[in-house]
């Protein structure tokens, strides 16, 4: 896990390319897409924004954040397709 005081000002985005702050979804974000929580995931990973920042930020709760992570690491972006959720918890 990263601390608060590692963090870094650019991280490999979930294409490889890589991401910062500006790029992030705006916190105020209503329509989650594949690619914007892919971007999240990955920025917390990278040290970007810490789990908590990342939760307040966009109001997520951490279970719903370790859902995603968990849905990216099994099933790559198209876990993230909220009409495939309840197929891929199965």
Known sequence: M??????N???PGPDGKQITLKDLPDPGIRRWVTRRKAEVVAAVRGGL???KEACE???LSEEE???W???YDRHGSKGLRVTR??????
């Open 2 to 7: 990263v601390h608060e005081s590692q963090v």
């Open 9 to 11: 000002t650019s991280v």
């Open 49 to 51: 924004l810490s789990l």
């Open 57 to 59: 930020r966009y109001n």
């Open 65 to 67: 954040f370790s859902c």
């Open 69 to 71: 992570e968990a849905l």
């Open 85 to 90: 959720v309840q197929q891929y918890r199965n």
